[in-house]
């Protein structure tokens, strides 16, 4: 059974960074496809960030230039750097991963960004 247990949400003033963890049981990471989505109050949904087949870090055109993804094989566990928050970035955050052509989800970590 995969686990994903998400932590590092917070409440942080613009401009400032947050650094949220994903740690994964029961599966390597290293087979699965792993990333991060957003949902905000009223909102969809929304794909953050990704790791492609070939380890390389995809972003939504909002977050470009200031998230950054990365994993840890070693510890199992998928991070995402937030830097230069804005408010708009305000949402629950979701940890992603699929193995064997499985998806599953964290339980979320809220991020909010004052003014």
């Known amino acids: 059974q995969v686990q994903l247990v998400e932590s590092g949400g917070g409440l942080v003033q613009a401009g400032g960074s947050l650094k949220l963890s994903c740690a994964v049981s029961?599966?390597?990471?290293?087979?699965?496809?792993v990333g991060w989505y957003r949902q905000g109050s009223g909102q969809e949904r929304e794909l953050v960030s990704r790791i492609s087949s070939i380890g390389i870090g995809i972003y939504a055109d909002s977050v470009k230039g200031r998230f950054t993804i990365s994993q840890d094989s070693g510890k199992n566990t998928v991070y995402l750097q937030m830097n230069s928050l804005k408010t708009e970035d305000t949402a629950v955050y979701y940890c992603?991963?699929?193995?064997?052509?499985?998806?599953?989800w964290g339980q979320g970590t809220q991020v909010t960004v004052s003014s």
């Open positions: 992603w991963v699929i193995c064997t052509g499985k998806t599953y």
């Open positions: 029961g599966y390597r990471l290293s087979s699965c496809g």
